[in-house]
C-alpha cells in the first residue's frame, strides 16, 4: 500500500480478527488481566497502552514515514514531553513566528527551569547559524507559520543543525504530511497538534510526535507513559477517522484557499494577503519544492487598523469567530488578542491588524461572499 489515502484509511486499521468489524474498537479498559503474575498479554496499564491509541500511533507515523509515532493529549503536551528531553541550561533557537502556545512553554515554563531561548528568522540560515551556541539541542521550526505562513527550507535548515549536531524539529500541523513530510526532507522529529487538521472536526483534542531516533522515542514513550498525558481511546478513534479522510479534505482546503486568495488579493480594504501560494510570497520558491499545495490558512491584514479587523471578524456569518484551525467550518481570529496574545511585547507579537482564516470545505462562493460582506 502506498497511496497515502491508501494508508490513511488502512494502516493501524485492518478489520478486528474476532468480530471483523471495520473500524478499531474503542477499548474503554483502564488495566487489562494479566495470565499469571507479571505475564502480560498486552499491557498491564491503560496510560501505558491501548489498542486505539497503537492503532493511531501506527497510522500517522506510518504517513509522516517515521519508524516511531507517540500520541499524546494535546499538542502542547507532545510539545512539554519533546522538552523534558533537554536539560537546564540547554538552549533552543525558535522561529520569529510561531504559534503563541509553543512560545508561552518555551519561555515561561521551561524558561524558569533553565532552559533558553533564542528567536531567529529561520529563513536567514547565517542568523540561524550566528545563534548557535554549545549548549543549542534544538532548531524549531514552523513551516508554513502560524500566523504569518513564513515557509523556510527544511533540508536546509537540517543540513545546518546536523552540522553543529543539532536535532531540527519541525511542527507539521498546518501543512500535515498530506502536504509535507519534514523526516523525509531532514527534520529529527516531526511535532502535531492532532486537535487541528488530523482531527478535521473540532471535536478532539490531541497531540503527537514522530521521529526515526530510537534514543529519542524511547524517552518520549518513557514520558507518555511516566507523566501520563495520554489521550483517551475515544479520543485516538476520532482521530483515527480523521486521517481517513485527510487527504480528501485537504484537498478541499487548499481549493477553497486558492479562491479565497484570489478575493482578497484584489480587495481594496486588504494590505496583505499571507499565502505561500503567492508567488511574491518570500517563501514561495522553498514550498513549491517540499509541499504538495500551499495548506488551507490564510491571513492578511486589513485597511484601518485594529479596530477595523476586529470589525471584519466580529461580521462574518459563515466564517465562525473562534480560536483553532483545520476544522471543516471555516474560522476567522485575530491572533494579536486571540491565540497569540501571549506573544504580545515580543519579536513574535503579530501586527494588530492581522486576520487569520482557517478555510473550510463549504462551498467557495459561501466563504468568499462572506468575506466580502464582512470587508464592506
Known amino acids: 500500500m502506498s497511496g497515502f489515502n491508501t494508508r490513511a484509511i488502512h494502516e493501524g486499521s485492518e478489520p478486528d480478527p474476532v468480530t471483523g468489524a471495520v473500524n478499531?474498537?474503542?477499548?474503554?479498559?483502564?488495566?487489562?488481566?494479566?495470565?499469571?503474575?507479571?505475564?502480560?498479554?498486552?499491557?498491564?496499564?491503560?496510560r501505558v497502552d491501548n489498542p486505539t491509541r497503537s492503532a493511531l500511533e501506527t497510522c500517522l507515523s506510518g504517513l509522516e514515514e517515521a519508524r516511531h509515532g507517540v500520541a499524546f493529549a494535546s499538542g502542547l503536551a507532545a510539545e512539554d514531553a519533546l522538552l523534558r528531553t533537554l536539560s537546564p541550561g540547554d538552549h533552543v533557537i525558535l522561529g520569529n513566528d510561531a504559534y503563541g502556545g509553543t512560545y508561552r512553554l518555551l519561555t515561561r515554563v521551561f524558561g524558569g527551569?533553565?532552559?533558553?531561548?533564542?528567536?531567529?528568522?529561520l529563513a536567514d540560515l547565517?542568523?540561524?547559524?550566528?545563534?548557535?551556541?554549545?549548549?543549542?539541542?534544538?532548531?524549531?521550526?514552523?513551516?508554513?507559520?502560524n500566523?504569518?505562513?513564513?515557509?523556510?527550507?527544511?533540508?536546509a535548515l537540517a543540513t545546518l543543525a546536523h552540522g553543529h549536531g543539532v536535532r531540527l524539529v519541525a511542527d507539521n500541523t498546518f501543512a500535515t504530511p498530506f502536504l509535507q513530510r519534514?523526516?523525509?526532507?531532514?527534520?529529527?522529529?516531526v511535532v502535531h497538534s492532532t486537535t487541528k487538521y488530523v482531527g478535521g472536526h473540532s471535536d478532539v483534542i490531541g497531540g503527537f510526535v514522530a521521529t526515526n531516533d530510537d534514543e529519542l522515542a524511547t524517552a518520549l514513550r518513557f514520558h507518555q507513559y511516566a507523566i501520563g498525558a495520554v489521550p483517551g481511546p475515544?479520543?485516538?478513534?476520532?482521530l483515527v477517522r480523521g486521517l481517513k479522510t485527510l487527504g480528501v479534505r485537504m484537498e478541499r482546503h487548499c481549493a477553497n484557499a486558492r479562491a479565497v486568495v484570489d478575493f482578497l488579493s484584489g480587495h481594496s480594504r486588504?494590505?496583505?494577503?499571507?499565502?505561500?501560494?503567492?508567488?511574491?510570497?518570500?517563501?514561495?520558491?522553498?514550498?513549491?519544492?517540499?509541499?504538495?499545495?500551499f495548506g488551507g490558512m490564510v491571513s492578511f491584514t486589513v485597511v484601518g487598523g485594529a479596530g477595523a479587523a476586529r470589525q471584519v471578524c466580529e461580521s462574518t456569518k459563515v466564517f465562525t469567530l473562534a480560536e483553532s484551525l483545520g476544522g471543516v467550518e471555516s474560522l476567522i481570529e485575530l491572533p494579536a488578542v486571540m491565540t497569540h496574545a501571549s506573544t504580545a511585547g515580543s519579536t513574535l507579537e503579530p501586527p494588530d491588524n492581522l486576520i487569520r482564516l482557517s478555510v473550510g470545505i463549504e462551498d467557495a462562493q459561501d466563504i468568499i461572499a462572506d468575506l466580502d460582506a464582512a470587508l464592506g
Request: glycine share 8%; aromatic share 10%.
Open 234 to 238: 475515544l479520543d485516538c478513534y476520532l
Open 182 to 189: 519534514p523526516l523525509v526532507l531532514g527534520a529529527d522529529v
Open 270 to 293: 486588504v494590505e496583505r494577503v499571507y499565502y505561500p501560494g503567492l508567488a511574491e510570497h518570500p517563501g514561495h520558491e522553498v514550498a513549491l519544492t517540499q509541499m504538495d499545495d
Open 126 to 145: 547565517e542568523a540561524v547559524r550566528s545563534a548557535i551556541e554549545p549548549t543549542t539541542r534544538f532548531v524549531w521550526v514552523e513551516t508554513p507559520s
Open 113 to 121: 527551569w533553565g532552559l533558553r531561548v533564542s528567536c531567529v528568522d
Open 24 to 46: 478499531p474498537p474503542v477499548y474503554l479498559t483502564s488495566t487489562y488481566a494479566q495470565d499469571g503474575v507479571g505475564v502480560v498479554r498486552f499491557s498491564d496499564y491503560g
Open 147 to 155: 500566523p504569518l505562513l513564513k515557509v523556510v527550507s527544511i533540508a
